[in-house]
């Protein structure tokens, strides 16, 4: 059984940092790309970051590019998001996914999804 299980997430005044873990498990994901999305109560969900698993070739929504950074361990099976200078309208559940095709992007073609962790940015 396949399960994404994320931590790290709280509360941070802005300008501050959050670093987001997206522990894997229960299959190979060499052919997966990870994506951390977000969603605010009420709006659509919105892809952050992604990563090949394989590769390690990275991706960044426009609005966090400069700020956030995706990484992997492949021996920890691990994803990780970190954010720095953060801004109140980073204020989100932040959830990690993986794909197995080239749709990353889309929130109805994942594949597996993490149970999601607040991030909360005060001004």
């Known amino acids: 059984q396949v399960q994404l299980v994320e931590s790290g997430g709280g509360s941070v005044q802005a300008g501050g940092s959050l670093r987001l873990s997206c522990a894997a498990s229960?299959?190979?994901?060499?052919?997966?790309?990870m994506t951390w999305f977000r969603q605010v109560l009420g709006k659509e969900r919105e892809w952050v970051a992604a990563?090949?698993?394989?590769?390690?070739?990275?991706y960044y929504a426009d609005s966090v590019k400069g700020r956030f950074t995706i990484s992997r361990d492949k021996a920890k099976n691990t994803v990780y998001l970190q954010m720095n200078s953060l801004k109140p309208e980073d204020t989100a559940v932040y959830s990690c996914?993986?794909?197995?095709?080239?749709?990353?992007?889309?929130?109805?073609?994942?594949?597996?999804w993490g149970q999601g962790t607040q991030v909360t940015v005060s001004s």
């Open positions: 996914a993986a794909t197995y095709d080239r749709f990353w992007d889309d929130p109805s073609r994942v594949d597996y």
């Open positions: 229960g299959r190979t994901f060499s052919s997966a790309t």
């Open positions: 990563i090949t698993w394989t590769g390690g070739t990275t």
